[in-house]
């Protein structure tokens, strides 16, 4: 079965850093562009962070550049995103998707269930 | 770059057809023909309905289509099923690797 499933959420103190992590089954990460999408609580989606597939770039919303980074380890066929100098604001759920293989598409057709990120002291 | 504008709500009778309108700028909706809608059921990921303004993955029903037109684009939902109901976000592509979402549209079948 194609699926994603993220963990590494969870309670940090503002200041403080957090590493998502997004494993793949059923198809090989390094071969689709991947995101991550987040959802603060009772609000709409908000884009994060992108990686293109193969040798392709990395992409940022500008309310994280600077403070997030995406990567991944095609040896684990995972998807990770670093996150430091977290704000209250950055609390949300936060989903990892797949990219349709279609190129030059933005749009994404794979999502996990998502993993929650609380910020506060 | 702000995000997509959506009405808040929309609702219809099963049976009937709906449409939800997603407006942006020819910077984003207008300049590009990605455009997606998503549909999410509360306390579920979101799904994938649309994308390319109108082409559908496998799997979702036809009574789901897309359009666009200048800086709009539109999901429309015909013979409203009681299980269409959900929040739908629709996104587009803005140019310099940066994606836009709408702010989420709540459909209620009545």
Known sequence: EVQ???SG????????????????????????????????????LEWVSAIGGGVSGTYYADSV????????????????????S??????AIYYCARRVAVAGTWAFDIWGRGTMVTVSS | ??????????SGS???????????????VGGYNYVSWYQQHPGKAPKL???????????????????KSGNTASLTVSGLQAEDEA????????GSKNLLFGGGTKLTVL
């Not at chain 1, 550049?65 to 430091?84: A, E, H, P, V």
């Open chain 1, 4 to 6: 994603v499933v993220e």
């Open chain 1, 9 to 44: 959420g969870g309670l940090v103190q503002p200041g403080g850093s957090l590493r998502l992590s997004c494993a793949a089954s059923g198809f090989t990460v390094s071969d689709y562009g991947m995101t991550w999408v987040r959802q603060a609580p009772g609000k709409g």
């Open chain 1, 65 to 84: 550049k600077g403070r997030f980074t995406i990567s991944r380890d095609n040896s684990k066929n995972t998807l990770y995103l670093q996150m430091n």
């Open chain 1, 86 to 91: 977290l704000r209250a604001g950055d609390t």
């Open chain 2, 1 to 10: 770059q702000s995000a997509l504008t959506q009405p808040p709500s929309a």
């Open chain 2, 14 to 28: 099963p049976g009937q057809s709906v449409t939800i309108s997603c407006t942006g700028t020819s910077s984003d």
């Open chain 2, 49 to 67: 309905m649309i994308y390319e303004v109108s082409k559908r993955p496998s799997g979702v029903p036809d009574r789901f289509s897309g359009s």
């Open chain 2, 87 to 94: 929040d739908y976000y629709c996104s587009s592509y803005a």
